[in-house]
């Protein structure tokens, strides 16, 4: 769940005139961590089947916005019946790390009341959705750009094929052009997954959705939800946004029939996207291609430049990408004669400077961020596969190994940036370490503990990595760090783990 809250077309928001009302900001409810905080301010659900309501919550720990949604069974039996479920569906979706899924952050039930809930947190999208960018864009065009149509159908297939290759597969269930959101850079991310563990026996239901023709023909008759259902959804978002609308659109009041939607595909100009969406809505779901299979249709399927796997690399393996890398600090060449690049022929050394390229199209920090943000995925190589939900028996070792309802993450940010200092404590002896560090995604942290002489830099990076603090890559740097910091006030010395507190 996600998206953008419902705003009157008369007249602007609270927010957007800059004047929130103390109504829609007061607290209503806070999660049992206290880190996630319930605001009355209400976040448009986009018919996502089994989501009774969403508002608007405040993440206390990053100092951003977040959606509090809930799931609220009709009886106390109907929900024991599917915890272990429920419990497996979420702890898959908590496991998600992809850049054109939004993100979920963390979930928990409620079952003091008759009516127990599930309550989860996701990424609030502030941007509009898909279906609002299509609604401005054929005011003025009659036609979408194959180009941008090709990027985002990338980015949407992209994040299907990595919910699709998961063990068990995450079916979406409620792809629509609503639930597809684009970000000013350009951007796609899918939101408002639904899993199927609560379409049944919560108050809300499928029979409540509009845009029927988007469902799958096999949606009912079938037992389960499956991914070809996906891929026959999708291929109705893009044949609506390769035609801006579908002839006879239920937004209209109409209902679109099959004549409808054959004469959209039929007004199509490039042959080969014509056969690209036929596949998708192909009434037979095992002869509907996979979203892998999609990404390598002739279409879309394009062999990757030199420069977009460069720039892959060095952002999946480099932890101090400088948020500002501009073109006059690349043309600077990598050593004091500035060659950027040398080869021996004929026993004569050849030199490559910067200067010696042509001038770059595009600023090469502007692609980086792209690249980093996931516009231009890697779709001719494997995807990394999502964890598996952990089994009954391990979610309670976990809860027996920590008393918190709701765990740390691992971090996944990277450090571009971090500083190190130790000052001495008022009547104490142990030195006050503060550890300042700058993430990938422009947040700071900030870490304190006393520290002794005999406490160990590598005992304090590899707590750090436990906690979550930071990312498992970044553990010897810091580790380095935090010993010349140690080393400078103690001399050297071995040790023991003290306990951090951010």
Known sequence: MSGGRSIDKERKSPRESGEDSEDESEILEESPCGRWLKRREEV??????????????????????????????????NFKAQEDKIQMVFDNLTRLEHPNIVKFHRYWTDTHNDKPRVIFITEYMSCGSLKQFLKRTKRNVKRLPLQAWKRWCTQILSALSYLHGCAP???????????????????????????????????????????????????????????????????????????????????????????????????????????????????????????????????????????????????????????????????????????????????????????????????????????????????AYGFRQCARAASPAERLAESVQSASPEPRDLETRRV?????????????????????????????????????????????????????FIHESDRDKLCRLMEDSLRASFGPAPARRPQLAS
Not at 342 to 357: F, I, K, N, Q, Y
Not at 442 to 462: E, F, I, P
């Open 44 to 77: 448009e659900q986009r018919d996502v089947p089994g989501i009774d309501v969403a508002h608007l919550a405040m993440d206390t720990e990053e100092g951003v916005e977040v959606v509090w949604n809930e799931v609220q069974f009709s009886e106390r039996k």
């Open 169 to 379: 597969p995450i079916v979406h269930g409620n792809l629509t052009c609503d639930t597809i959101f684009i970000q000013h850079n350009g951007l796609v991310k899918i939101g408002s997954v639904a899993p199927d563990a609560i379409h049944h026996h919560v108050k809300t239901c499928r029979e409540n959705m509009t845009n029927m023709h988007i469902i799958a023909p096999e949606y009912g008759s079938s037992q389960m939800v499956t991914p070809a259902m996906d891929i026959y959804s999708f291929g109705m978002c893009a044949l609506e946004t390769a035609a801006l609308e579908i002839q006879g659109n239920g937004d209209s009041g109409s209902h679109v029939t099959e004549e409808h939607i054959v004469r959209t595909v039929e007004s199509l100009e490039d042959p080969r996207q014509k056969d690209f969406i036929y596949r998708c809505i192909n009434k037979d779901p095992a002869a509907r291609p996979t979203a892998r299979e999609l990404l390598f249709h002739p279409l879309l399927f394009e062999v990757h430049s030199l420069k977009l796997l460069a720039a892959h690399t060095l952002v999946n393996t480099s932890a101090n990408i400088s948020e500002t890398i501009s073109d006059s600090v690349c043309n600077r060449g990598g050593g004091a004669s500035g060659a950027l690049a040398w080869c021996v022929r004929g026993g004569e050394t050849h030199e490559l400077a910067a200067g010696d390229l042509p001038p770059a199209p595009e600023k090469l920090d502007k692609f980086l961020e792209d690249v980093k943000y996931g516009i231009y995925p890697l779709t």
């Open 416 to 468: 571009v940036n971090m500083m190190c200092s130790l000052k001495p404590q008022q009547d104490a002896q142990d030195l006050l370490m503060t550890i300042l560090l700058r993430m990938d995604d422009k947040m700071n942290r900030q870490l304190t503990c006393a520290v002794s002489r005999r406490d160990s830099a590598h005992a304090l990076a590899g707590e750090l990595v436990q906690l979550g």
